[in-house]
């Protein structure tokens, strides 16, 4: 079983950046592909970005050149920097864990086999 926390969320004005971090316990991190997803307000659920366990990192069209998912193995810990944030990106923010991911289905949420309780990012101007 694997628990996760995220933290880093909170407000930030349109333009600016925030990094947000995951942390892991339980099950083998390493050995996992994570992600971010995320729910804007009267949205489903959408992906945001992945990292595999070889490091290979995929991101959505919404997101792609503004943020990073990284992951530290040694802490446990994976990470979404998000930089140049838009009203758009108003949610709240989302990690998974998946031990058995298709790259083919790195962006479905049914891929992810743990959760965490998400944390709330609010980009306003």
């Known amino acids: 079983q694997v628990q996760l926390v995220e933290s880093g969320g909170g407000f930030v004005h349109t333009g600016n950046s925030l990094r947000l971090s995951c942390d892991a316990s339980?099950?083998?991190?390493?050995?996992?592909?994570l992600a971010w997803f995320r729910r804007a307000p009267g949205k489903e659920r959408e992906f945001v970005a992945t990292?595999?366990?070889?490091?290979?990192?995929y991101y959505s069209d919404a997101v792609k050149g503004r943020f990073a998912i990284t992951r530290d193995n040694a802490k446990s810990t994976l990470y979404l920097e998000m930089n140049n944030l838009k009203d758009a990106d108003t949610a709240v923010y989302f990690c998974?864990?998946?031990?058995?991911?298709?790259?083919?289905?790195?962006?479905?949420?049914?891929?992810?086999?743990?959760w965490g309780q998400g944390t709330q990012v609010t980009v306003s101007s």
């Open positions: 339980g099950g083998t991190f390493r050995s996992y592909t």
């Open positions: 990292i595999r366990p070889s490091r290979h990192a």
């Open positions: 998974a864990a998946g031990a058995r991911v298709l790259t083919s289905h790195s962006a479905s949420a049914s891929a992810y086999d743990y």
